[in-house]
């Protein structure tokens, strides 16, 4: 380059964002076979895996750890039944808020232990959650607390054929 010349910047790649960037390469035979030990026994320790998955248990941690910053791996979840803890009743309740009172039944909605889900929904209502109480009249008191804001359409669970489960993992490529 010619004295008192600037360089030009070399243009640099656009990329996605991280999470975007790492998931689809954070999928491979591999960690696919890691998520389906995983999501079967989401206890498993990373030595047991390790053996499963025939890697070493640092390769097999870093592996997990990747797709934890990926986003792949959400959280690990303890299930605790709610009966157990003298909770019978659980309802979906979707919530039409009020003018205005929808950022007060978010807010009423976080600070509730025992709504357990909220969803914003699409459709006539804004919310849709999933609550727990210990009978009738407990879940009567608790939506009283929500009809300040809004209405109210609640649907009791009576059986769950299906119980919550993680997404279908995709096949292998």
């Known amino acids: 380059m010619p004295a008192g010349e600037t360089p030009i910047p070399a243009k640099r790649k656009k990329t996605a964002p991280p999470a975007l960037q790492t998931t689809s390469a954070a999928l491979d035979a591999t960690n696919l ?3 389906r030990h995983l999501t079967a026994q989401p206890g498993l320790a990373i030595r047991e895996l390790a053996r499963r998955v025939e890697m070493s248990a640092p390769a097999v941690n870093e592996r997990v750890l990747r797709l934890k910053e990926a986003g ?3 959280r690990e979840w303890l299930e605790v039944d709610p009966q157990a ?8 309740v979707r ?3 009020m003018p205005g009172g929808l950022a007060k039944i978010i807010k009423l909605a976080q ?3 025992e709504v357990v889900e909220c969803h914003r929904v699409t459709g006539e209502d804004c919310l849709m959650m999933k609550v727990l109480a210990a009978d009738v009249q407990r879940l009567e008191g608790l939506l009283d607390r929500f009809l300040m804001h ?3 359409t609640s649907s ?3 059986s769950s054929p299906v119980p919550p489960r993680n997404p ?5 490529r």
């Open 85 to 92: 803890l003298g909770l019978g009743v659980t309802a979906y």
């Open 156 to 158: 009791l669970i009576v």
């Open 72 to 74: 792949v791996i959400r």
């Open 150 to 152: 809004g209405n109210t």
């Open 168 to 172: 279908p993992l995709p096949e292998a």
């Open 33 to 35: 076979e890691i998520l």
């Open 111 to 113: 600070s509730t232990p």
């Open 95 to 97: 919530v039409r808020p």
